[in-house]
């Protein structure tokens, strides 16, 4: 027998020092988002690169985070890829997310933390090492993150896991009905731990098919679901087919974009399913904001593809002239 | 094709050298534990600290294990903790073992290993990283202790698992179904090994609740079952609590309370569930006489809590005086 | 998102080169290992010891492949360690096999790849640590060796897992059913990867009992089964138990004895089940030979067991002698 309870008081404190008063609690009502005061909230935010690797590369900085609010995000996405999560150890990597997490609420923006893992957790097989993980450090994972950050209302929402996908079978198999039920456990752990935030749950094929929703959603309330529908994930026209493999999830749930994007084919890095121009910017956001779903811009980094912007002055790529145009043109 | 099959006898010697001539094989017969002769045995022992940090202190020796015995103590309990475990090493914490047992039985004390870790197995969420393990490591774990003292009669028990339990859902959800096939495969692990002792299997909410035992008991012959009613799990009176929650249990299958204890709130390292006093001490351990319930002081160490002394004289702890008198008044 | 797909055009060309022209690509067709022109393909091969082991023992060299062919063998079965395989690291032991295949190819031997594990892999319960490994590592090794050599026509055989075995539930238990879905998953990786050769099976008792592959087959086309018949696994008469046990199977599917061999009980190493002489050769090759059914002899190696060489000149053994005889005897 040994049970310790404790306040971890210095700690809240901290959390809350650091948090602007005029972030608050964002709930799931019906199929939106809301604020405390019940107005829909819908967020045009950015992906930042792997805190850990802008800190590697010297760019991790209150600049960085305020630059992507010049550009007018209301929210910001942290991937955190489990080899940078082990690499750099737990008590260094949660340092650089209370700084994004203090940064991001300083210029009211909210945040996503997101277990940025690629492949099939039931097989442990993934597209590279940079995303292998266990069923167990997921669950460790979301139990911390809601010890830590549950209480504190800038960071709305939690992304369960990345990009689930059996890549054709390379990665074996695993159903909706398995994947739903890790899902769920999470989401428990989650919720028993004090995490107060929205989880947001991703289907499969890189999140991007929400089918079995329509039959089998899954079993907890306050959830959001995720997708991420890159110009090449189906052909023109986009709009009918983005229905059916996702969109029809916002008649009843709150549903997030939390990866779009596109490039030049000759852009560096270009790769399935990301080549795209402006046809399929304004095709994403115009079908977004007809159905109050938020998005998130894939990648604000001048590495990562597709970057949003191309040297240390933060000068815009293709995607980044038009998603800033964009993202600025919203009334706040 | 590889199969290696010899007779350890290097082991067995030394094994039956340690033993004494007095110990005999503890069965289990209907709700009751009996030696040879078929006679009623009721253990009351004491829990050591881990043998691991016994040693590290510089305590770990002969005159420790003879002081329990001084203490009127038939039994002794040796918590194994699988950080320490692996720690010290398999073959170094083994010569720890082979000690214990070997000063156990030179005093006439039967031995509990106990594979002590807390939490849920399902998910490898552990109370702290000191409870870390894997399902397969427990497996590993009990497999080589019946390799290596299945035969041994000094080590009576076998305690599969210290306290399971969810923590509220902190550490996700696990089934009485499920706990119980892992329990059963343990069972089988052991006995197909040569694990001549009895198992113990415990219950959630840290080893306290038995209540599906009632319905969906595990399925296995002469095994015993486990509870840990610290004075905190319920209110007073306590008696028709105990009935219900684990008390019932031993109308059918034989009750062993591995742990139970108190401290005042003051004393160092009190801790919920374990403060309480003497009424604590008197309701319990008549509770266990009048059923012939076999019960187990936590712990015999001046640090960890709630301590049975309170220096290196081993001068009694306000629950150390009261379990000596009480123990030493039961006839031998 | 991340997603790069591209063509290893620098290993296709490698692996291309190495092969032989005659070697082509074997096939399934009913109960039968067939080549291109529909030919019955029947396999009478050797085993290597570990390419690890061979290669530390200054042994690994076209030399001992050749050898192997002079001695009339039409594949080999290279028995990758899963120890080796973490110890050598994956690509230096890649190395190793492209070799071993190459050289394999040059002397128009076809190869079993096998992940030579002994136990109980449901419960990560092993005869020895060299045999240690987990369902995610064993996906992952068949996902790459499908990536790898999944389009060389050498690279006949995958077999996925050397000797299940509860060790009469030493290891604890598995079911047929669980067994098949684990065998199941790693073919459906294997395929998706590119694995276009054949996943080969066995059943529990160390790869001996196919009995429930009457009722309840792999679900999978294209495969093969395997059995491992030492000598001692049955009293004589053998061939009505070895029919009953296995034999059955080729009635309706393709059986590789990918281990059969002997020893005298006083030759080093000898052990349960392997000992046997000339009389045990006879029965089981005329088995093989009446059904169809390829076998390989264990091993070729001067220190393990039953041994096929005796010293550094290859002198045959005493069921070397016999092997080799036998192996030169058909007609190619
Ligand atoms: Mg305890
Ligand atoms: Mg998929
Ligand atoms: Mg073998
Ligand atoms: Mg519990
Ligand atoms: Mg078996």
Known sequence: MKIVIYISSFFVCLTMFAQSNKMERIKVEGNEFVNLAGKVMVFRGINTSDPDKLATDGIWGEEYIQEISK???????FPVHPSAWRRR????????????????????MYVIIDWHSIGNLKNQLYLDEMYNTTLPETYAFWKLMAEKYGKNPTVAFYELFNEPTMY?????????EEWKKINEEIITIVRANGGEGIPLVAGFNWAYDLTPVKENPIEAEGIGYVAHPYPM??????EPK??????????TYPVVLTEIGFCDETAPGAHVPVIGDETYGDAITNYCDDKNISYFIWVFDKQWSPQ???DDKYT????????????RSYKK
């Open 168 to 176: 054709q079978q390379r990665f074996g198999t695993i159903t909706w």
């Open 233 to 238: 994930k189906r052909e023109q026209p986009w």
């Open 89 to 108: 150890g737990q008590e260094a990597y949660l340092k650089l997310l209370d700084q994004g997490i203090a940064w991001a609420a300083k210029y009211n």
């Open 316 to 327: 815009p790529s293709r995607q980044g002239k038009y998603f800033k145009k964009k993202m």
């Open 308 to 310: 949003m912007y191309v």
């Open 242 to 251: 983005w229905t059916a493999d996702w969109g029809f999830v916002k008649d």
């Open 71 to 77: 550009w007018g995000a209301t929210a910001v996405r």
